[in-house]
């Protein structure tokens, strides 16, 4: 049986400095040999081509490589690996595309990879660098993990290197007083005195070159980074030296991940997408496993927009009796950067909270915080010049007691800690727990099992007076920002709580009071589940030709086939009965077409039905044309039936296996407009608040009249 493992790379927007024919003449002083790579040991030119007015330059190499695997390649008798490269430089657009193979191995192993040299679209005095490899190893004597290692260790390792090259011989020609290299022009007609076309390489330095023309001159003043929207050569693309700015240092590897996450969001969710360094958060939760970190940040996707979290600061107002008896609150920063947030927990009454407010306020109140602090944290970073990803929380305990361990209170503790891990990973950069009491164990117990493993290892707990001298508070923090109450000289306003009054508690038949959003019923969303033979419907009567149905859902879980249909007999509701355990509980399944309704007579179909994967967010709109019932269908999504003489396809029948316990969930809102009201062809339902507003970067979307059926992903 052979094995199968396939890696991809993608690299972000490098942004050289310099001219693109500048960029070039360095690039070609790699060739034939190159020092500063020591596995690139030297090439052969096998076939080079020009186009007749000289724009088109293309070279074929033979390129030896010494790889670091000496014993595994004399185990398969070979010396050194050679790879194919073909090179096609364009001097009138100014592009050079490399490809790349390997002819070592070619039957075993196959290494793909693809970079190009472009100018830059917003200044054409600088030059961009992007770069794409796959490495696909389909056996090599049983050693293909070992394989695998070394050729991605070797590979990422290769990359930084590169750039490093490239940038060297730059410096090279600077110094040999080669700052400027004219560009292409077309050749002369008869009687026009001849230009040269730019040459690289061994002809470069023979040219005329107007010496401090162009180049050193051409770089920025002041920063050495300028701002993110100066240097990105594309909204779409991440460029390497935002990443650094913004993001911080990252691996090749994990800058791939980012990259490739990133994309797939822009695909599948119309352009919303959250922003960078929300992306990276969930990688880093997930080691950079991109499946993982997909499945966990699509779950709280579609959870924020299902509950409206993006609104969170704009809507919640915090009742009076959180602002005097909730003992937490923001105070300045830690000694590196990040925003500190004081929380006194051992002060705090949470059986008496509870009681009086309930745990869905509490809950609210804490998805407050967080999003306030991913909103510092970006403040933080444009304030400090560096990327400051997270925050610290200081947790004072003293008067901590078993009061504390009251079992409802615990239980809206764990909740909460949930739904934080599930929603707000990699936030936490440190914990700083001081004056822990004997009690503190015990609650320990209790809720570390919920904490992330990565989580747990930011804690750093002083029990009695520990957290005073060196090792403690004063390395964490500046003793210029170590509250009064702890012995600083810095006034805190965090409330200092006390016991709510038992006259604040609610009574058992008003759990909690009308005023407070509930955040997990009051959505503007309903959940669905789609069961296997039983697909989820809904009706829209239409009194009037001239109307606009508007959809959005989410798909949650396995893919599913969306499909309008019209009809001018009512249909009648039959819900289907649960098969699978907490089936009802996983959201609502109606089912409207009748069994015997025949699809042309008793009912027609309005749109061509659209696949819709797991993660995907679909947003779209349908002008009516005559009165009637509309019914929007989800059905699951299976393979396409075989005909008698052909096998099933390999991608349908993986695709049958993933769909686990035949049961698929969605989350959708559906809206009717009048024609006249209707703004183009759903431009994020503006009419229900469906964007990422505190998440989401810039993005754009179309706002164009449609007068026909659109549906969009």
Not at 249 to 268: A, F, G, K, Y
Not at 393 to 407: F, I, K, P, Q
Not at 463 to 474: A, E, F, K, T
Request: a negative charge; glycine letters at 6%.
């Amino acid at each position: 049986c052979a094995v199968k493992m396939v890696q991809k790379y993608q690299s972000p927007v490098r942004v050289y400095k310099y001219p693109f024919e500048l960029v070039m003449a360095a690039y070609e002083k790699r060739f034939p040999t190159c020092p500063e790579i020591p596995v690139f040991l030297g090439s052969e030119i096998l076939h080079e081509s020009r186009s007749d007015d000289g724009a088109i330059h293309v070279i074929e190499r033979s390129c030896k490589l010494n790889v670091d695997a000496p014993r595994l390649l004399k185990k398969a008798r070979v010396e050194y690996v050679f790879f194919i490269q073909k090179n096609t430089v364009n001097w009138k657009e100014r592009t050079l595309r490399i490809e790349a193979h390997n002819e070592t191995f070619a039957n075993r192993v196959v290494v793909l990879e693809t970079c190009s040299y472009s100018v830059h679209p917003e200044n054409e005095e600088w030059t961009c660098f992007e770069q794409s490899a796959s490495l696909d190893i389909k056996s090599f004597f049983g050693f293909e993990s070992t394989v695998e290692k070394i050729a991605m260790k070797q590979y990422t390792s290769n990359i930084k290197r590169g750039k490093e090259v490239i940038e060297h011989y730059l410096k090279e020609l600077i110094s040999q007083g080669i700052t400027f290299i004219p560009r292409w022009t077309p050749p002369p007609v008869c009687g026009q005195k001849a230009e040269r076309t730019p040459a690289v390489g061994r002809d470069a330095v023979d040219l005329p070159l107007e010496s401090g023309a162009r180049g050193v001159a051409k770089e920025q003043s002041g920063s050495s980074c300028p701002p993110a929207e100066a240097v990105s050569p594309d909204a779409d693309k991440l460029d390497a030296d935002y990443i650094e700015r913004y993001l911080g240092q990252l691996t090749p590897m994990q800058e791939s991940c980012l990259i490739r996450l990133r994309q797939w969001l822009q695909e599948t969710h119309k352009g919303k997408i959250p922003k960078d360094e929300h992306i990276l958060r969930f990688l880093r939760a997930r080691d950079f496993n991109i499946d993982k970190a997909r499945e966990m940040l699509c779950q709280s996707l579609s959870w924020r927009k299902q509950y409206q979290v993006d609104y969170i600061l704009q809507s919640w107002r915090p009742p009076a009796l959180l602002d005097e008896y909730y003992t937490g609150g923001w105070h300045y920063q830690d000694k590196d950067g990040r925003p500190l947030y004081i929380l006194r927990l051992g002060q705090m009454d949470t059986k008496g909270l509870v009681k009086a407010l309930g745990e869905e306020s509490l809950l609210r109140h804490v998805l407050s915080i967080n999003e306030e602090g991913q909103k510092r944290c970006e403040e933080n970073t444009n304030a400090f010049g560096r990327p400051i990803t997270s925050w610290t929380c200081l947790v004072d305990l003293e008067g901590l007691n078993m009061r504390h361990l009251w079992r409802p209170g615990v239980k809206a503790l764990l909740r909460i800690i949930e739904v934080v891990e599930d929603n707000y990973p990699e936030t936490l950069g440190r914990l700083l727990i001081v004056r822990a009491p004997r009690v503190f164990p015990v609650l320990w117990t209790l809720v570390s099992p919920f904490i992330n493993e990565n989580t747990r290892q930011k804690f750093l707990i002083y029990s009695g007076n520990n957290y005073q001298g060196p090792g403690g508070l004063v390395d964490y923090v500046d003793k210029g920002v170590i509250p009064d109450f702890l012995g600083g000289d810095c006034m805190c306003t965090v409330p200092e709580g006390g016991l709510v009054p038992k006259s604040l508690y609610q009574t058992e038949e008003e759990p909690e009071t009308s005023d407070h959003i509930r955040l997990w019923t009051e959505t503007i969303y309903h959940s669905a589940s789609v069961l296997k033979g039983a697909p989820h419907e809904i009706v829209v009567e239409i009194l009037e030709g001239e109307s606009v149905i508007t959809w959005d859902f989410d798909i949650l879980k396995g893919d599913v086939v969306f499909s309008l249909f019209h009809s001018k007999r009512a249909p009648e509701t039959s819900h289907k009965e649960a098969t699978l355990p907490s089936t009802s509980a996983a959201g609502d399944n109606t089912q409207l077409i009748d069994k015997t309704w025949v699809l042309g007579v008793d009912y027609s179909r309005m749109e061509s039905p659209l696949v819709c994967r797991e993660g995907e967010s679909i947003q779209g709109s349908h002008v009516t044309r005559w009165p009637g019932f509309y019914i929007l269908q989800w059905k699951m999504h299976g393979p396409l039936p075989c005909s008698g003489t052909s096998l099933p396809r390999v991608d349908d029948v993986l695709a049958s296996l993933q769909v686990s316990s035949h049961k698929c969930k969605l989350i959708y809102y559906y809206e009717v407009l009048a024609s006249k009201d209707f703004r183009g062809s759903m431009s994020s339902l503006e009419s229900c608040n469906s964007g990422f507003s505190q998440l989401s970067g810039a993005t754009t979307s179309s706002s164009q009249s449609q007068s026909s059926s659109h549906l969009s992903r």
